[in-house]
């Protein structure tokens, strides 16, 4: 017999359950107050790998994956987290990662220059090395530019490694640099025994590196993070492994197209050999472009700081991507303010500055891999 619907109350009342679980939602989040924290030295696969109790007699490498409310926000190697959970270090365990704290850097890339997605190549950096070879493969200044106006715009000290010089006189790519101010290192292959320091050579063999370049590069790494970046076959994992003892794989250059080969396949910090605690290296993955789309054009500007006093003639409203508009960099190029190499630089600049995609392009095609 049907009951009236008059004697029906709240326990006749069917609530469907919740799919996504029956634990109601809120904006609360534990404080995590017994949080760890680490240096990501290396991510791969979803996995991050943090030094824990850094320069300490309890320190240890820890495994984490990252909370769920974390999974829109990239981290990166050189970033200081929060680690909860099993944070032993032992075999098979694994952490849980749930902050990110501030950054005092960030070297950022976007795919390429109209590219609205910043993408985070490394935190918390104090200096950017640079490695191009003088030759085998070519330099390319529109790589060091590019590299230099990220750096500068990070907050980064840049200095910039030439290998190879024994192949190619470096000077007439230096001339490009004259007028900057950073650290400029140029290390040729070792002919003798007093002269070289053993290590693996991009071919994988033997080879000897340059002792007074290893020194002198050496020499600014104490107490500092330090990012190497370059292409593919100039020697830049040869000398990371010099300085750190590792023995990360290096590629030589293809005969036929003069491009290096990708070796690295994710940012790796390592420690430098003999150096106060907090001196790392990271050696970088390849990067095939370099987009500057988050760099505003008044900050790539100032990374030209020959040219930059060029702008107080410039008319109001002056872009100085192009001369049609009586842009006061032209004059000042002119009159030598600048120097021999100032043409060159103006030109790189206005690369820089322009919007059409096919100029990064063409840049990363003649670049090739970069590693």
């Not at 003798?192 to 693996?200: C, F, K, L, Q, V």
């Amino acid at each position: 017999m049907a009951r009236s619907t008059d004697s029906w109350d709240e326990s006749d009342v069917r609530i469907r359950p919740n799919k996504k679980g029956s634990r109601p939602r809120t904006k609360d989040r534990p404080s995590h107050d017994d949080a760890v924290t680490g240096r990501i030295i290396t991510v791969d696969r979803g996995r991050y790998t943090a030094v824990v109790g850094e320069g300490t007699e309890d320190e240890r490498t820890v495994i984490a994956a990252r909370a769920r409310e974390l999974r829109r926000n990239p981290v990166v190697a050189g970033d200081f987290v929060s680690l909860v959970g099993d944070v032993s270090g032992e075999t098979d365990s694994l952490a849980r990662l749930v902050k990110i704290q501030d950054r005092r850097t960030l070297l950022r890339r976007s795919a390429d220059d109209t590219d609205p997605i910043e993408r985070a190549v490394v935190a918390n950096a104090d200096q950017l090395v640079v490695v191009v070879a003088a030759a085998n493969p070519e330099p390319r200044t529109g790589f060091i530019d590019r590299a230099l106006v990220a750096a500068y715009d990070a907050g980064i000290e840049p200095l910039l490694l030439v290998t190879k010089a024994d192949v190619k006189d470096p000077a007439e790519l230096l001339a490009n640099y004259e007028h900057l101010d950073f650290p400029v290192i140029i290390s040729r292959t070792a002919d003798s025994a007093a002269s070289g320091i053993d290590a693996r050579s991009d071919d994988g063999l033997s080879a000897r590196l340059d002792k007074a370049a290893v020194s002198q590069l050496r020499a600014c790494l104490d107490g500092k993070v330090t990012v190497m970046l370059g292409h593919s076959g100039v020697g830049k994992s040869t000398m990371v492994n010099a300085l750190t003892g590792a023995e990360r794989a290096t590629g030589g250059v293809n005969a036929v197209t003069g491009r290096g080969r990708h070796t690295s396949s994710s940012a790796l910090a390592l420690k430098v050999n003999d150096a106060p605690a907090g001196s790392w290296i990271i050696d970088t993955p390849g990067i095939r472009s370099f987009g500057l789309a988050h760099v505003d054009p008044d900050r790539i500007l100032r990374s030209f700081p020959d040219l930059a006093p060029g702008t107080e003639d410039c008319e109001r409203g002056c872009k100085h991507d192009t001369a049609a508009v009586n842009c006061g960099v032209d004059a000042w190029v002119l009159s030598g303010h600048a120097g021999p190499s100032g043409p060159a630089r103006l030109a790189s600049l206005r690369r820089l500055l322009g919007t059409d995609p096919r100029m990064e392009a063409q840049e990363s095609k003649e670049l090739g891999s970069v590693s």
